[in-house]
């Protein structure tokens, strides 16, 4: 069975910084594109990056560049999603996702994390 499990959500006042994580098992994800999702209450879900099977390249959404880093150990079969000077309205339910191509669209995921839930406070 496929899994991609996330940890790492959480609360965090304005200006802090947040980790998230999101391990892969079931096989390996090693050539996949890995990106990272996310769906504020009443907002549709939108794209916050992605990277690349090799890491090699990267997306980021406007709203998140210079704050956000996306990187992945593909020996862990994990990818990660490092978020600094977070701002409230960074708040919203986080998710990752594989796709066997690079894309900032969720149509081409096909696999997806549950969701874990930043809280960015004023």
């Known amino acids: 069975q496929v899994q991609l499990v996330e940890s790492g959500g959480g609360l965090v006042q ?8 999101c391990a892969a098992s079931g ?8 990106g990272w999702f996310r769906q504020a209450p009443g907002k549709e879900r939108e794209s916050v990056a992605a990277i690349t099977w090799s890491g090699g390249n ?14 992945r150990d593909n020996a862990k079969n994990t990818v ?4 600094n000077s977070l701002k409230p309205e960074d708040t919203a339910i986080y998710y990752c996702a594989a796709a066997q191509v690079f894309s900032h669209h969720d149509a081409h995921y096909d696999y997806w994390g549950q969701g874990t839930q930043v809280t960015v406070s004023s």
Request: overall charge positive; charged content about 20%; cysteine-free.
């Open 27 to 34: 096989r390996t994800f090693s050539s996949d594109a890995m």
């Open 14 to 21: 304005a200006g802090g910084s947040l980790r998230h994580s």
């Open 58 to 71: 990267t997306y980021y959404a406007d709203s998140v560049k210079g704050r956000f880093t996306i990187s």
């Open 80 to 83: 990660y999603l490092q978020m």
